[in-house]
């Protein structure tokens, strides 16, 4: 196999290596962008957003969450609602920073594709150079 039949092969799949490229690009930077808005959600109204009230159901702090004994004493330490509250909002931040990172990585992804297709279209009308 020759290199043009090489560039020929590469050649019928670059507009649907580009498009995909566009795709994945343009739907990791919605979903990147939804997830801003959810964190600044989080941020502003905790308690409103589905994923910590989620979160909030699934927790079964009841208890005391630190307890011993301190000589004749004895310690319990409970939490509140709004500690609880920020805890778990703070876990329900790091969740969406790593789904950021996924999403970041598809996005990167899909911008290496389109690099991809217009690399290979230029070397592929670049001419062969002359041997003397």
Same mark, same amino acid.
């Given at each position: 196999?020759?290199?043009? #039949? ?26 990147? #962008? ?22 909030? =159901? ?5 208890? =005391? ?43 990167? =992804? ?23």
């Amino acid at each position: 196999m020759n290199k043009e #039949s090489g560039y020929r092969y590469i050649g019928e799949f670059r507009k649907p290596m580009i498009i995909f490229g566009i795709v994945l690009a343009g739907l990791g930077g919605l979903i990147l #962008s939804y997830l801003g808005v959810l964190v600044l959600e989080i941020i502003n109204n905790p308690a409103e957003v589905k994923v910590v009230e989620l979160i909030l =159901a699934q927790s079964r702090i009841d208890g =005391a969450v630190i307890f011993g004994v301190l000589g004749e004493h004895q310690i319990d330490i409970n939490l509140s609602e709004p500690v609880k509250l920020f805890m778990f909002s703070l876990i329900g931040v790091l969740i969406l920073l790593v789904l950021g990172k996924i999403i970041e990585t598809l996005i990167s =992804a899909g911008i290496s594709i389109i690099r991809f297709a217009v690399i290979e279209k230029n070397v592929s009308e670049r001419p062969e150079p002359i041997d003397e």
